[in-house]
């Protein structure tokens, strides 16, 4: 999963859903909470958040890179994320030894896997780091093209 907060001031009669508003919607949180069972992951987002979410859906043409706010995703387990990394560090011939003392010294980290969003600052050195590869990648991908429309006219 990725995703991405952009902030912005909505254009106008760009605003699709407020969440904010339905949830002020005593009609809306009475129909939700009678009918929670019949809908899909209920129990992942509104059965989780409620009102605390304050997101509104938009339709708008273009959002520029300003108006990144943050960005997150979600990683693979723990587990999964010691097994490769461990991999990494002793090959295929790690021993018992070597994976106890490894798992048993990153076990405070356990929680840092899963679900995290960067903190504005965070993103922002992030993209940072990033934007210096645009310009290759951008001349990688045209050369790219290029190449697939020469194929597809031989």
């Known amino acids: 999963m990725r995703a991405t907060i952009f902030q912005i001031v909505p254009p106008p009669g760009s605003v699709i859903?407020?969440?904010?508003?339905l949830?002020?919607?005593?009609?809306?949180?009475?129909?939700?909470?009678?009918?929670?069972?019949?809908?899909?992951?209920f129990d992942d987002g509104a059965g989780s958040y409620w009102d605390i979410e304050q997101e509104?859906?938009?339709?708008?043409?273009?959002?520029?890179?300003?108006?990144?706010?943050?960005?997150?995703?979600?990683s693979s387990d723990f587990d999964t994320l010691m097994l490769v990394t461990a991999f990494l560090a002793?090959?295929?011939?790690?021993?018992?030894?070597?994976?106890d003392e490894f798992r048993n010294r990153a076990e405070s980290l356990r929680h840092e896997a899963g679900k995290r969003w960067l903190?504005?600052?965070?993103?922002?050195r992030s993209l940072a780091r990033v934007q210096q590869h645009v310009p290759r990648l951008l001349e990688?991908?045209?050369?790219?093209d290029a190449a697939k429309a020469t194929q597809r006219v031989d």
């Open 17 to 21: 859903v407020n969440l904010a508003a």
């Open 23 to 41: 949830y002020a919607d005593r009609q809306f949180c009475e129909a939700m909470q009678s009918r929670f069972a019949e809908i899909p992951s």
């Open 56 to 74: 509104v859906v938009l339709e708008i043409d273009t959002v520029e890179q300003a108006d990144i706010y943050s960005m997150g995703g979600e």
């Open 90 to 99: 002793f090959g295929p011939d790690m021993t018992k030894a070597q994976w």
């Open 119 to 124: 903190d504005p600052d965070a993103f922002r």
């Open 140 to 144: 990688k991908k045209r050369a790219q």
